[in-house]
């Protein structure tokens, strides 16, 4: 028998399947095309294939390897009908700066369909040490001892002592170089701060992390001249000046492009240009209380004095704020949160053109300095105010559990609070991972505009899931206000974190995958400007790179779906499955992508349901990796195994489903009932996982309930007061107290089955137990004393009538009163 044709003649289903095998095999490694076409010519030769067959093959197989050839005779082609059928996603000019400002990073990976496992281990996780643990015990732990949450509130405003500390300590400049008399705190410094003054006041930590966020110190550290960073940055660093940045206007928040505050340049009548300001803002935290304004307005130059043309586009400023025209004075009531949130306004203001930051060369390039400091600020802020806030309840409400009874049991020990304390618990570990996987990379000099929105968005979404546990579980002693409440004014500013620095409906719906997907993905972008180009060889490599990359995830995609995830290429250890899940999740989620962009083109950015759904996906990729690398970097405590993997398996049931709301309400015409019917079915037979069981999360529930090490850890960067005349010091005493008494009870309680005393509760029971020997006079008193304390400490407080009485606020607005008169 010839060798030509022997799989047909002897073989042929077995020669199929070696066929289809080899063709998944080059699929999921990602064979370059001239391993296909010499896999190709393989199997026709033995196959025995026809010429016919031979030249209907190999012609479109040598068209594409011939680049030349390729572009002439398919390039053009497709150009042609992209072009005609206008299907292409068009790119406003705020969008297109957004997408280019800032960096890829795990995004990246994780949209790659092959993340590489390697690379994110070499990543840095580092842990707060040296000169900034010395700042958190000294300065920071002073400040948060300085502050009553309660007073704040009651009075609207931190105490002056507080405000002249901060400024004397630099906490306003933290990120200010040290050389401008800073501390010039790394990223992970500045977000320890803000975590740790979070779990004592949320005024006391937006009054610090505001100046340290986007705004002028940043700006001007990055873009400034040299004379306005000598002349501000060592007067922002030690409080001379209080800094604001006025961006977001009744009509433009997340929309900038809707801006109207204007800037105008004219020739004064000295000769010096200057610009006349005019703006309506709000929303804008310190303003009341600013010294130095930074400001965004459209600029325009109508007799082209910069040499620019007449539409300069967004400019940011700084104005002073004693300038003639300048408008503060009102506050907004923010939930009734005591931190100055305020309107501003500006009535032909005049500065000079070197004001503009960076000067006059800087003119019109503001929304690119924004987007780009802005993947940073959102990296660090309010992910660490989530964080150190998620920890604060995971500490109040583990010690809450232990020492609140009901039916004579401890309430940790019910099932029913079981079950929400594992989420906070389990929530804590995974934001606590998150902030520090993000920060790092902030620290390595990444700026990471996708990964910063999520982490912005999924911390603030977590915190707000934590806190509502936390007042469900200490319920009375939760909703009733005073000194010792420890939870309520935490609830009741939650919403204010989910609305700034991009709301979260926009940043889920629009921001992480609508955008997230053409920035992260290694070829869309670059077809995208290739064609508005008119560059067609660039748009013809990576367009057939892009083919290529489809190939490959679609095979990667079914092949670790198959296996579970069992042919990827990942760490050893105990977490050896969750790794094999995020490269399964990855090539489905990479290959998804792209059929999203192929199939919605220009309409994907309308299809806000779809594209939440995907950045739910990304989302909960990024916080699993996250997860992973800090159970990894942390040396794979085992105390801390159950809160990694209770978080890992909520990662995935989320991403399972997203998926299946993707494949639900997926809108392709010839593939919708495919996607409808077998695939969803598939992928609910064949999950990426449900929610964490209840014996795992009683393992998470329990580590929060007891004084010691892991509890201590999981909750690093807590403000404790050692007070027990404080709330939080108190639950810490009480804890601490009841902790001990349970070895005493547990001799009353075996006394009780000996029968040598009476059945009741062993608290109640303590007096006749040191009569009858069975537990000694110390004993007897430490009961004593955890029982007053546990009474002392589920105490709420309650107030006379008369205090009661409230001074209503009158809101004040002067175009609304100008309007009705």
Same mark, same amino acid.
């Given at each position: 028998m010839e060798l030509n044709g022997i799989l047909a003649e002897s073989y042929p289903t077995v020669g199929a399947i070696l066929a289809v095998l080899g063709a998944l095999t080059l699929g999921f490694v990602g064979a370059k095309l001239?391993?296909?076409?010499?896999?190709?010519?393989?199997?026709?030769?033995?196959?025995?294939?026809?010429?016919?067959v031979w030249i209907i093959?190999?012609?479109?197989?040598?068209?594409?390897?011939v680049k030349p050839i390729r572009r002439i005779l398919i390039t053009n082609t497709i150009v042609g009908i992209l072009k005609k059928l206008n299907i292409l996603p068009e790119i406003s000019e705020t969008e297109r700066v957004a997408l280019e400002a800032g960096s890829t990073w795990v995004d990246k990976e994780l949209l790659s369909g092959k993340p590489d496992f390697k690379a994110l281990a070499r990543e840095p996780y580092k842990k707060a040490a040296g000169e900034i643990t010395e700042f958190l015990n000294g300065p920071v732990e002073k400040v948060c001892a300085m502050v009553d949450d309660w007073e704040v509130y009651k009075d609207g405003d931190l105490p002056q002592e507080v405000w002249d500390y901060l400024k004397k300590e630099k906490f306003f400049g933290m990120i200010i170089p040290k050389e401008y008399g800073g501390l010039g705190f790394s990223a992970l410094a500045n977000s320890e701060v803000v975590a740790k003054l979070s779990t004592r006041s949320g005024p006391l930590a937006i009054t610090v992390m505001v100046p340290n966020s986007l705004g002028p110190a940043e700006l001007l550290a990055h873009y400034g001249t040299q004379a306005q960073k000598d002349h501000y940055l060592p007067r922002l660093a030690d409080g001379r000046e209080i800094p604001c940045f006025a961006l977001t206007e009744p009509g433009a928040g997340s929309d900038a492009g809707g801006m109207q505050s204007t800037g105008v340049v004219f020739k004064d009548d000295d000769g010096s240009l200057k610009i006349r300001l005019n703006w309506e803002k709000r929303y804008i935290t310190l303003a009341a209380v600013s010294t130095v304004l930074g400001l965004a307005v459209k600029l325009r130059d109508p007799d082209n004095h910069l040499g620019k043309g007449e539409d300069l586009g967004i400019t940011c400023l700084l104005v002073p704020s004693k300038a003639d025209g300048v408008v503060l004075g009102q506050r907004h009531n923010p939930m009734g949160v005591p931190f100055y949130n305020c309107p501003t306004s500006g009535n032909d203001v005049v500065v000079d053109i070197d004001q503009i930051i960076g $000067?006059?060369?800087y003119a019109g390039r503001g929304?690119?300095?924004?987007?780009e400091c802005l993947a940073v600020g959102r990296s660090i802020s309010l992910p660490a105010q989530s964080t150190g806030g998620a920890k604060y309840v995971a500490r109040v409400a583990g010690a809450y559990s232990a020492i609140r009874k009901q039916f004579g049991l401890e309430i940790g020990k019910f099932e029913g609070i079981e079950e929400p304390l594992a989420r906070i618990g389990g929530f804590s570990y995974l934001l606590e991972a998150s902030r520090i996987f993000t920060v790092g990379a902030v620290d390595s000099g990444i700026k990471p505009s996708v990964v910063s929105a999520i982490a912005k968005y999924n911390s603030t979404e977590l915190f707000r899931k934590a806190i509502?546990?936390?007042?469900?579980?200490? $319920? $009375?002693?939760?909703?009733?206000?005073?000194?010792?409440?420890l939870l309520a004014n935490g609830y009741i500013s939650t919403p204010i974190g989910i609305t700034v620095e991009? &709301?979260?409906?926009?940043?889920?719906?629009?921001?992480?995958?609508?955008?997230g997907v053409i920035r992260c993905h290694p070829y869309a972008y670059q077809e995208l400007k290739a064609l508005t180009d008119g560059d067609v060889k660039g748009f013809d490599d990576n367009f057939f790179s892009h083919v290529g990359f489809v190939n490959r995830n679609l095979c990667r995609a079914l092949l670790l779906s198959l296996t579970r995830g069992r042919l990827a290429s990942t760490p050893g250890g105990p977490m050896?499955?969750?790794?094999?899940?995020?490269?399964?999740?990855? &090539?489905?989620?990479?290959?998804?992508?792209?059929l999203a962009l192929g199939s919605y083109g220009g309409g994907l950015k309308l299809r806000e349901k779809i594209t939440g759904r995907y950045a739910d996906v990304l989302s909960w990729l990024y916080l699993a990796t996250a997860t992973l690398h800090r159970f990894e970097a942390e040396g794979r405590k085992k105390d801390h195994q159950p809160y990694a993997e209770w978080a890992l398996q909520y990662a995935f049931a989320q991403i399972q489903e997203a998926f299946d709301g993707i494949y639900e309400n997926i809108e392709i015409p010839v593939l919708r009932p495919l996607f409808r019917g077998p695939i969803k079915i598939w992928s609910r037979l064949n999950s990426f996982g449900g929610m964490p069981n209840d014996h795992l999360g009683r393992k998470v529930a329990a580590g929060l309930c007891k004084p010691g090490q892991l509890r201590d850890e999981l909750t690093y960067g807590v403000y404790v007061p050692t007070d027990v005349n404080e709330a939080l010091g108190r639950y810490e005493h009480t804890l601490k107290l009841v902790t001990e008494a349970n070895g005493v009870y547990k001799k009353i309680v075996k006394a009780i089955k000996a029968k040598k005393l009476p059945r009741g509760k062993p608290d109640a029971l303590a007096k006749k137990a040191l009569e009858a020997n069975v537990i000694t006079k110390e004993d007897f008193d430490l009961v004593q004393r955890a029982e007053a304390a546990r009474d002392d400490a589920i105490q709420v407080d309650s107030f006379k009538l008369e205090e009661f009485a409230t001074n209503l606020l009158t809101p004040h607005n002067e175009k609304a009163e100008a309007a009705n008169s």
């Open positions: 001239i391993v296909w076409t010499v896999f190709a010519a393989a199997v026709l030769f033995l196959f025995g294939a026809h010429p016919i093959v190999g012609v479109p197989l040598v068209i594409l390897l $000067g006059p060369d929304w690119q300095m924004l987007m509502n546990d936390g007042m469900d579980i200490l $319920g $009375g002693a939760a909703i009733s206000r005073g000194k010792r409440n991009g &709301a979260n409906i926009l940043t889920r719906s629009m921001i992480i995958f609508g955008q050896k499955k969750y790794y094999r899940k995020i490269a399964w999740a990855s &090539a489905s989620f990479s290959f998804m992508s792209d």
